[in-house]
DNA sequence: AAGATATTTCAATAAATGTTGAAATATGAC
DNA sequence: GTCATATTTCAACATTTATTGAAATATCTT
């Protein structure tokens, strides 16, 4: 991953309704979500949506497909991926010091009994 | 880590000069780096670096001491161990998908022999 | 085709950001 | 105290950012 990919994706995910909306499509899965539930969940304008969604998608970290009049918005899970090798791979002058980060979606699971 | 914090944390390293100073400093280990070496360094203006500093420091990514007539940038590790643990604790839908990432300093050592 | 729903586009605006140049401050050397 | 060095402070400026409201587009339903 390229530094320029990196400042990019770091800066899509560096504003509070970005952030939170990133975590929603993450939890949301790799089938995504439309961007009207997204929007519901998080309490924002459709046209602010459409420019944060703007933003992760530029920065590689989200998708989008149309599906009837809805747009479906997806996590691109390997551009985090990315992003957390590089951030772990130079967080110790460039000498591999951890386990290899790695995010795959996750299927949904029942709750934890208590 | 409050979200708060994380968007700051990730706020400040989403920009070319500051992920440079930010791993330079980590580069440089725990003792740290004079303001001046890092201007030198990145060829960066002393009052803009200063700013750049600012950023860091706020976001608890560097702290600094006074040595003589230099500032001695530090690279604050666990800072940056908090942020990819609150990202990478929430890239799997708040389940914890991947080994813990650590990231401690490393002492010099000599270069691998070719 | 007409109407409803889902989302995007566009223009306007306030606020934040990054850089520069000039001046100030703090420390150390003489 | 005076001078040089290291860094910060301040004001100015161009740029980018996030949000809003109004209008446009695309799709589906009837």
Redesign the pocket.
Known sequence: MEKTDVVAAL?AL?????LDIFRLLVEAGPEGM??????TALD????????????LRTAGLVT?R????????AAQYETMNSLLGYLTDNCCGGVQCTPAVECKPVRKRAKIPA
Request: glycine share 6%; no cysteine.
């Open positions: 800066a560096a504003q509070d309704n970005r439309p961007a009207g539930a997204v929007a924002l304008a459709p046209n602010t949506l459409t420019f944060h969604f703007d933003r989008v149309r599906d009837g009049r809805s747009m479906i918005y």
